[in-house]
């Protein structure tokens, strides 16, 4: 069966399941029924209220989860698969558990806040939701990922003499730029409120800090400019090409492009430690520089192949 | 991008950095609708004038090739593909039979004459 089939037949299935269940029950039922339990009942709805909006909060995440099958490339990786099954399974069995926990708790009293809700039964539902989702997660993770060729050959490029030859490319990440925006937002917003006396106790001028500071990050790890001149290999950060890195040709061995995705080297951004470092912008394309001294440097830039036949060819020609 | 030009080649500066883009969109480098670094990137690197690269990029948009666009810099149209290549190679094709002593038409006759 596919995934598709599977997907839609669970998700109708479970929409059925939690329209049905409190109507089904309806004569055993207090109407409003008891929602929410905090020490004892303090939430209620409507029958049909409440059978409408169970059923609409999973569809949503169905219509989601549905919709990145049919259109994301998540699912072309192992994780993705993982991930995706395990949403779809878990998710579902939460609802259901849910409901079916509130519908026990609500069973054959008078008035809804007569209903009381057993810890252990609110656990139960979230076990078997995170027990369900994880073993959909290992059934549905399916076949692992080829391995990419490491070191891939970039094509061959010949110099002559009184050429000269340099390679510009860039890489920039839109969803880091929007996510630093966001994250700075959201803690400048918490600044001004704390300086309103809104939120008190919160010290406003850190928050501007961490802000401002995260910000300034986000951008700089936003893009990357790369040049590769008969001076070295230049990297510059951020939209306005600074700061700038030099590196130059006589501390590189070779260069080689190779396909990379964030997951598979940690995240966006800067990371690594001093000898394997990596700067990641998005997925796809990455030149690799490796060094006389054995550590390497992969950074995410477009027309990579291009851009590591520049280096060995300067590297070579410089060396005779 | 890569661009080579070769400093002892009699051709003006931005007929070459426009040969080497030309060879980039057709060798597939670079797609239809990627974004060209920004010339003025370009143009350091190579240490030449920014105008040389602009008059370069003005010439492969007016022969379709790119596009400009307002805050989006300078891209690839989005029909060049292989007749960027073909343009390119028939160009350097036409140089070197000038250099044997063959004139354009030669070149027509050789190519109507060829299966």
């Not at chain 1, 230049?234 to 700061?243: N, V």
């Amino acid at each position: 069966m596919t995934a598709r089939l599977f997907g839609a037949v669970w998700g109708l299935a479970l929409t059925a399941a939690l329209v049905w269940s409190p109507l089904a029950l309806r004569d055993r039922l207090p109407d409003p029924l008891a929602t929410h339990w905090a020490e004892r009942a303090d939430g209620y709805a409507s029958l049909t209220a409440y059978a409408v909006t169970t059923a609409l909060a999973w569809t949503v995440i169905w219509v989601v989860l549905l919709a990145v099958h049919l259109h994301g490339r998540a699912l072309e990786r192992s994780a993705g698969r993982a991930v995706w099954w395990a949403s779809l399974v878990g998710a579902g069995v939460l609802m259901v558990g849910i409901s079916l926990t509130t519908l026990y708790a609500n069973l054959d009293q008078v008035v809804w806040n007569a209903a009381e809700l057993p810890g252990w039964l609110a656990l139960a539902a979230v076990v078997a939701a995170l027990g369900a989702g994880a073993a959909a997660g290992l059934l549905g993770k399916g076949a692992k990922d080829p391995v990419p060729p490491a070191g891939e050959r970039p094509p061959a490029l010949r110099l002559r003499k009184g050429q000269r030859a340099v390679w510009v490319s860039r890489a920039g990440s839109g969803a880091v730029l929007a996510a630093s925006f966001l994250g700075a937002l959201t803690v400048l917003g918490m600044a001004v409120l704390a300086y309103l006396g809104i939120l008190p106790g919160a010290p406003w001028a850190v928050l501007v800090a961490v802000g401002t500071l995260g910000l300034l990050a986000g951008l700089f790890s936003s893009a990357v400019t790369v040049r590769v001149t008969e001076g070295g290999v230049a990297l510059a950060f951020g939209p306005f090409g600074w700061p700038v890195r030099r590196i130059d040709l006589s501390k590189i061995e070779k260069a080689w492009s190779e396909e990379r995705r964030p997951s598979e080297v940690g995240g966006w951004g800067f990371r690594g430690v001093p000898g394997a470092a990596v700067i990641m912008m998005r997925a796809g394309e990455c030149l690799v520089l490796r060094y006389h001294t054995g550590g390497r440097l992969l950074v995410s830039v477009d027309d990579a192949a291009s851009g590591a036949a520049l280096v060995n060819a300067l590297v070579e020609r410089k060396a005779a | 991008m890569l661009i080579t030009l070769d400093l002892n080649d009699a051709h003006p500066l931005h007929e070459q950095v426009a040969g080497a883009i030309r060879r980039a969109i057709g060798d597939g480098s670079y797609g239809q609708g990627d974004r060209l670094p920004p010339a003025r990137d370009l143009a350091e690197a190579l240490g030449i004038n920014v105008n040389t690269v602009l008059r370069a990029l003005r010439e492969l948009r007016d022969e379709g090739l790119l596009e400009f666009r307002r805050g989006r810099g300078v891209s690839v149209a989005s029909r060049a593909d292989g007749h960027a290549l073909l343009v390119q190679r028939t160009r350097e094709l036409l140089e070197e039979a000038r250099r044997y002593g063959y004139r354009r038409d030669d070149l027509i006759k050789i190519l109507e004459a060829l299966p």
